[in-house]
């Protein structure tokens, strides 16, 4: 009896030592392309570390330096500004553009198509392509916009034009955005709408008090990537700032030295790792404060369905 015990216990075990195997491509991959060097970097960042000599214990000391770096505030400054504008001004164009086809139409496939169609681009690609687009001298959008009478201006050269041309490239590509509010507005009960018409509501009415609160969890879920992915704006800004001589250039006056481009610099262009290390667990500490806010704000705004 003593045997077949054994049996069952090693063929009650066996089942979880293959599925450990199975996932152990995973497992390994995990623990070496992230566990360990977000360990390595919790460590760098308390360290003096140009990837060329020892890393040498310095403390605090680059979190001390960080407060006193004006570019530092500068990228801060500047990414919070893409956050700030660019997220809301995402959201709202791509929830737009989802009602408009979730309305009926022969030609709906297209229109989706056409709205879906930039965000399979490559990025790098869809950026210089809007870097000849907003080219002040030859660009498609200074020669429409003259032809209407309105000001031409200055995308890549102003400061003050720079990060609302990476907001206007931002916008062209919301077709995933759109996508999922357009499922979300499907799942939405017919029932009631035709309640609310019963009761004489108006579209407004029906989009404000119905539309919006049953498709508020699927815009808390964008709003976070959102702003998290806002928070590590990098490739857009690196390549619409790009120069012959300065590959990693903050453009005009710093204005689009966001801070994935000034952690970018400091790790790869001033050799400083450490620093960029400190300044990559800041940036941790900055998404996870913004993102346990608007969790904790969004049992005011957001419904779920049974509540």
Do not use: C, H
Request: hydrophobic share 50%; no cysteine; glycine share 6%.
């Amino acid at each position: 009896m003593a045997a077949p015990a054994r049996i069952r216990r090693r063929s009650s075990a066996s089942p979880v030592f293959v599925g450990l195997l199975f996932a152990s491509p995973w497992i390994i991959g995990f623990l070496i392309f992230q566990l360990y060097p977000i360990l390595a970097s919790a460590y760098y960042s308390f360290t003096d570390f140009n990837l060329f000599q020892s890393p040498t214990w310095v403390g605090l000391e680059n979190y001390r330096a960080l407060f006193q770096d004006d570019r530092f505030f500068k990228g801060l400054f500047n990414t919070l500004y893409m956050t700030v504008i660019g997220v809301p001004l995402g959201l709202v164009l791509a929830l737009l553009t989802a009602l408009a086809l979730n309305t009926p139409s022969r030609l709906q496939p297209l229109y989706r198509s056409i709205v879906y169609l930039p965000t399979i681009v490559p990025i790098v690609a869809a950026t210089y392509l809007w870097r000849w687009i907003l080219n002040a001298q030859y660009g498609y959008m200074n020669l429409w916009l003259g032809r209407l009478g309105l000001p031409q201006p200055l995308w890549q050269e102003d400061a003050l034009w720079t990060k609302p041309a990476l907001i206007l490239i931002g916008l062209w590509m919301i077709g995933g955005t759109t996508i999922i509010y357009l499922a979300a507005l499907q799942e939405v009960p017919r029932s009631y709408y035709e309640a609310a018409e019963i009761d004489g509501a108006g579209w407004w009415s029906k989009f404000w008090n119905i539309t919006l609160p049953a498709i508020s969890p699927v815009t808390l879920f964008q709003l976070v990537i959102g702003i998290i992915a806002s928070l590590q704006y990098f490739t857009q800004a690196y390549l619409f700032a790009q120069t012959r001589l300065n590959t990693a250039s903050g453009g005009p006056g710093d204005s689009l030295l966001m801070y994935g481009l000034y952690l970018f610099q400091n790790a790869f262009v001033f050799l400083k790792m450490g620093y960029a290390s400190a300044m990559a667990w800041i940036l941790f500490l900055i998404s996870l404060a913004i993102t346990l806010v608007v969790l904790r704000l969004s049992k005011y705004w957001v419904y779920y369905e049974g509540e």
